[in-house]
């Protein structure tokens, strides 16, 4: 029988950074002969097997950060100018892991001016009317991209454990649909990404105006019906409001360049140890050969 078609898409930063501070918080970098650290990129690929081994996606691609300048940058200069920079053991690792999964044969996708949640809009909107889509990601910003055959997989503490959200447990949790989820942030704004919103309006209040009048547009058509200070906050704030919207919102026409049929997962085992044994992966040779052989049984 013919399987399904599933595209897994991941959120290759996500996985990245959570592998690297889950075992550098310990002062495990896994160094290499080269002096190279690799604890981020081993991580990442018990994240990526995992999920694939669960998911059972028959494409997967996955969706890069291009450095920390983007056009929400040029929108908002302060926009996640709270960040730190990466740290040091972890520089090595963002193009290394690209390398690696290039020799998985999975496709990198990233563009300059934009961020990967960008792209990753862009792909599901591209494809969804053609296939299942799991967004795989830490990030709850990817849950407005939610639709009919768009799943958000997102991880929680350890290796294999997700919450994966629907159209409808979406719906069902928060009250109001996925796309409204940018409103909710114009209004309350987001601590993560440096942005306000709104002054004074915080997530409860946000989410129960949102879920009256649906948008802010509906919102701003009934400003009467806001309480006094309500009102005031939001006239105050009117443009720093707009300005928010345009940042908390995922911006799925982005020039991607992304055929699916180079997506379709067929790793080749030699030429992926011979990346892992060039990195000096530890203990990944036999992830992969129980990857590869449990492939090949379905």
């Known amino acids: 029988m013919e399987k399904k078609e599933h595209l897994l898409i991941v959120d290759g930063m996500a996985l990245l950074f959570r592998a690297f501070y889950a075992t550098s918080v310990y002062g495990q970098f896994m160094i290499n002969s080269k002096g190279i650290p690799t604890n981020a990129i081993n991580g990442f690929f018990k994240h990526l097997f995992s999920a694939i081994d669960q998911l ?77 889509i799991s967004v795989l990601t830490g990030d709850k910003d990817l849950l407005q991209l939610l639709d009919i055959d768009v ?16 159209n409808d447990l979406f719906s069902e949790e928060l009250g109001i649909d996925p796309h ?75 020039p991607v360049q992304c055929v699916l049929e180079d997506a379709l997962l067929s790793i080749q085992e030699e030429k992926a140890l011979l990346m892992m044994h060039d990195i000096e992966l530890r203990g990944m040779h036999v992830l992969l050969s129980s990857f590869t052989s449990s492939r090949e049984a379905i």
């Open 151 to 166: 799943q958000i997989v997102l991880l929680q503490k350890g290796i294999g454990n997700y919450k994966i959200y629907t």
């Open 56 to 132: 059972k996606p028959t494409h997967v691609i996955c969706c890069w950060d291009m450095g920390s300048k983007t056009y929400r940058s040029d929108l908002y200069t302060d926009y996640k100018g709270n960040r730190p920079e990466a740290p040091i053991e972890l520089v090595p690792q963002f193009g290394l892991v690209k390398q690696a999964v290039e020799a998985l044969d999975i496709p990198n996708i990233g563009i300059e001016g934009f961020e990967a949640d960008d792209c990753i809009g862009t792909i599901v909107k591209n494809y969804q009317s053609q296939l299942p």
């Open 180 to 254: 409204m989820l940018i409103d909710v942030k114009a209004l309350m704004g987001d601590s993560s990404d440096n942005y306000p919103g709104v002054k004074g309006i915080g997530e409860k209040t946000a989410y129960k105006l949102i879920g009256k009048y649906r948008s802010i547009s509906g919102l701003l058509e009934n400003l009467t019906e806001l309480t006094k200070a309500q009102r005031l906050k939001i006239e105050t704030d009117l443009d720093m409001l707009h300005l928010s919207q345009q940042l908390a919102e995922i911006n799925c026409k982005v």
